[in-house]
């Protein structure tokens, strides 16, 4: 009898399975993986080799609320060996890949300039980075929205670090504002950020992307053989923040409570890009 029932079992779920896995588009997840893993190679080279920025922000009339930022980054082209893939996990309900990718600095000691970086004094220092990838447009604005906050956040780091140029004017006629501008901008280059976790502020199309960054200033300052800048504590931490562009959508104007920030955790599961 307990033979027959657990036969009767195996039959119910056997189907359910097949569903399940007919549902995975091979095409789909082969697409998103394979992007997901170039995008953490792409950040593997911003954290090693470094990233140059250049970002303008204004505020026209503080009254109405008229910012406008640009932030545009680039990296050179650069030999590299010995990435590897520690993670690859795939969510086929909702077509997203999310790839780790590390790197061990010994296995570029012979690409660097010597003179420059002493990588000897870290033989066993590993890189971690991670990217999300999908080839679902209607998945595609959260994931652009976390490469936007990690722009975001690799902007403020560098403004602990580097500082910014600030130009303002302001103009009173008859006793009132009349008008009330500032100008702030950046034009350079930062290594050595490392991707800490993400989180969301709000839930669906509204929530806005929260990325955190930081920098271990002890060992940047080893490698690279001088003190980068005078700052006592260990790391440098910096949050970067971006909105989703969903066409014909305003965005949020409040921010509502943000939900804590999870390190390298994984969107698969109980941890989801998708709000």
Known sequence: MKTKLLFAVALAI??????SASKVDPRKKLNSINSAKILAERNIVETVYGIKLKYNEQVDNFI???FQGTTETKTG??????????????DPDKDIAMVTASLKLSRIADLVDSAKFNLEKYPDKVIHRT?????????????????????????????????????SHTSVENFMLKSDQVKTSVIGALMGAEFMGFSWEGEGDDAIAVVKLRINMKDLSDMLGEKVVDFDREYLEAEGQAAQRI???????????????????PIIGNIDVVP
């Open 14 to 19: 056997i189907p359910a399975i097949m569903f």
């Open 64 to 66: 109405d609320g008229t």
């Open 131 to 167: 990217a999300f990838a999908t080839s679902t447009p209607a998945n595609a604005p959260k994931i652009a929205a976390l490469r936007a906050a990690e722009i975001d956040a690799y902007k403020n780091l560098y403004k602990k670090i580097g500082g910014f140029t600030l130009e």
């Open 247 to 265: 066409e014909g959508k305003p965005q949020p104007a409040e921010q509502p409570e943000s939900k804590q920030i999870n390190k390298a955790e």
């Open 77 to 90: 082209k650069r030999k590299i060996v010995g990435i590897e893939f520690d993670e690859i996990k795939y």
